[in-house]
């Protein structure tokens, strides 16, 4: 007696790697009408405990960033004179793995760390591919205000007498390596090497989160140590190799990375798929940004890395100037531009072309409104050629991250 199968929906019609949706339909055929009630609940729980092997949620919390922190302490303007933003040098290959001082990052996300579990507040972020948190040894200010993690409470915890060195703009971050089991999303990711930092950057003191989750590539990680995601699929925790990232605009709940999977709800229409031109950040081929339909950046075509671990849209500071006085902006001394509030409404949307797609990003997405008044999502780079499309991009574009056919989807966020 046929009982019945199960079928999952298809995102999309077509896509590098036939990605499939969350939802799963029971079908059952006529002659299963004479099945018992308890064998009928007995397909569907195994069609919802497939369903939960398949995708790995890690909700993220909007929170508050050291910017804000530090203009309600009154110490904004000295802390960015000591520590001036330098959004491009996580990027600068020196062999160690680097990281900026982004005063403006506010999305984290909860892991833990041991048997039993010690808990961490992380920014996952695909521009590096190190975790790491601090430990119980490092003395900074910047450890002794955040979690820390201690060994010797965990009986799974393994040294691997290893150096960990991960340089800043203005600073480093200094540890050793250990592997241990680590809980994403509710799964546990066994003998995962990661990072104790024994020393952090100043800086570090004022950010919401206590480490990194890096999601980039094996290339780039510090010590070649093997990704978070990448133990993930090779120990079979993930039923596709890819994942995706929803940013919420406004609430402090909504935001979260699915680990392999797509969340069709978070998205309208269809997914565009654009090749990665470098397998070590996430990085792809931008044509030009433009504004009307004229070009104002990246003439003649550029690269730019998809970002989460970056806060703004960065690019060449005379390409950057040049978009901050189209859209009417002001730019002080340290980069920052600021309009008014009053003419958001009325302010062009800014076009990224990206490998033959336009993505436009309109001024309610490019423009943060606080109570000192309004700024653009715009940073300036320096003298690099290279863009790096932060959450400023993310929010207005649901991102997947397909390790495997080397591609990253945007559809516009729901």
Same mark, same amino acid.
């Given at each position: 007696?046929?009982?019945?199968?199960?079928?999952?929906?298809?995102?999309?019609?077509?896509?590098?790697?036939? #990605?499939?949706?969350?939802?799963?339909?029971? #079908?059952?055929?006529?002659?299963?009408?004479?099945?018992?009630?308890?064998?009928?609940?007995?397909?569907?729980?195994?069609?919802?405990?497939?369903?939960?092997?398949?995708?790995?949620?890690?909700?993220?919390?909007?929170?508050?960033?050291?910017?804000?922190?530090?203009?309600?302490?009154?110490?904004?303007?000295?802390?960015?004179?000591?520590?001036?933003?330098?959004?491009?040098?996580?990027?600068?290959?020196?062999?160690?793995?680097?990281?900026?001082?982004?005063?403006?990052?506010?999305?984290?996300?909860?892991?833990?760390?041991?048997?039993?579990?010690?808990?961490?507040?992380?920014?996952?972020?695909?521009?590096?591919?190190?975790?790491?948190?601090?430990?119980?040894?490092?003395?900074?200010?910047?450890?002794? $205000? #955040?979690?820390?993690?201690?060994?010797?409470?965990?009986?799974?915890?393994?040294?691997?007498?290893?150096?960990?060195?991960?340089?800043?703009?203005?600073?480093?971050?200094?540890?050793?390596?250990?592997?241990?089991?680590?809980?994403?999303?509710?799964?546990?990711?066994?003998?995962?090497?990661?990072?104790?930092?024994? %020393?952090?950057? *100043?800086?570090?003191?004022?950010?919401?989160?206590?480490?990194?989750?890096?999601?980039?590539?094996?290339?780039?990680?510090?010590?070649?140590?093997?990704?978070?995601?990448?133990?993930?699929?090779?120990?079979?925790?993930?039923?596709?190799?890819?994942?995706?990232?929803?940013?919420?605009?406004?609430?402090?709940?909504?935001?979260?990375?699915?680990?392999?999977?797509?969340?069709?709800? #978070?998205?309208?229409?269809?997914?565009?798929?654009?090749?990665?031109?470098?397998?070590?950040?996430?990085?792809?081929?931008?044509?030009?940004?433009?504004?009307?339909?004229?070009?104002?950046?990246?003439?003649?075509?550029?690269?730019?890395?998809?970002?989460?671990?970056?806060?703004?849209?960065?690019? *060449?500071?005379?390409?950057?100037?040049?978009? $901050?006085?189209?859209?009417?902006? %002001?730019?002080?001394?340290?980069?920052?531009?600021?309009?008014?509030?009053?003419?958001?409404?009325?302010? *062009?949307?800014?076009?990224?072309?990206? $490998?033959?797609?336009?993505?436009?990003? *309109?001024?309610?997405?490019?423009?943060?409104?606080?109570?000192?008044?309004?700024?653009?999502?715009?940073?300036?780079?320096?003298?690099?050629?290279?863009?790096?499309?932060?959450?400023?991009?993310?929010?207005?574009?649901?991102?997947?991250?397909? %390790?495997?056919?080397?591609?990253?989807?945007?559809?516009?966020?729901?």
């Amino acid at each position: 007696m046929k009982l019945g199968s199960l079928e999952e929906q298809s995102v999309e019609e077509s896509g590098p790697s036939k #990605h499939r949706s969350l939802h799963l339909e029971l #079908h059952l055929s006529e002659s299963s009408s004479r099945v018992t009630s308890s064998m009928k609940c007995l397909i569907v729980l195994l069609a919802l405990v497939a369903f939960s092997e398949c995708i790995i949620r890690m909700p993220l919390i909007k929170g508050k960033t050291a910017r804000e922190n530090l203009k309600e302490k009154g110490l904004w303007e000295k802390y960015r004179t000591m520590y001036p933003y330098k959004p491009t040098v996580k990027f600068i290959q020196t062999g160690t793995e680097s990281m900026t001082n982004d005063a403006d990052l506010s999305y984290y996300g909860v892991v833990s760390i041991g048997t039993p579990p010690q808990s961490f507040s992380v920014i996952f972020d695909t521009g590096s591919s190190n975790l790491w948190v601090p430990s119980v040894s490092c003395s900074s200010e910047a450890c002794q $205000n #955040h979690g820390q993690f201690n060994p010797q409470q965990s009986s799974t915890f393994t040294s691997n007498g290893e150096s960990l060195s991960i340089q800043y703009g203005t600073g480093s971050m200094t540890g050793y390596l250990g592997s241990d089991t680590v809980q994403v999303g509710g799964i546990s990711v066994a003998n995962q090497v990661f990072g104790l930092s024994q %020393s952090e950057a *100043p800086f570090m003191a004022q950010m919401q989160a206590d480490g990194i989750l890096g999601l980039a590539f094996q290339s780039i990680a510090s010590d070649n140590v093997v990704p978070v995601f990448d133990n993930m699929v090779s120990q079979g925790l993930v039923s596709q190799p890819l994942f995706s990232v929803y940013l919420s605009s406004n609430s402090e709940q909504g935001s979260e990375v699915v680990f392999g999977g797509v969340d069709n709800t #978070h998205y309208t229409g269809q997914i565009t798929w654009i090749p990665l031109t470098s397998e070590t950040y996430w990085q792809i081929q931008m044509d030009s940004v433009t504004i009307n339909g004229q070009t104002v950046a990246c003439s003649g075509g550029c690269q730019a890395i998809i970002d989460t671990g970056t806060s703004l849209i960065v690019g *060449p500071t005379s390409d950057i100037n040049n978009i $901050n006085a189209w859209v009417g902006a %002001s730019t002080d001394q340290y980069g920052d531009a600021t309009v008014s509030c009053q003419n958001i409404q009325s302010m *062009p949307e800014v076009t990224f072309n990206l $490998n033959g797609n336009a993505f436009a990003v *309109p001024a309610s997405a490019y423009v943060s409104q606080t109570s000192s008044g309004c700024n653009t999502g715009f940073g300036q780079g320096g003298t690099d050629q290279l863009w790096i499309l932060g959450d400023v991009f993310i929010r207005q574009y649901y991102t997947v991250f397909d %390790s495997q056919s080397q591609n990253v989807g945007l559809a516009p966020s729901a």
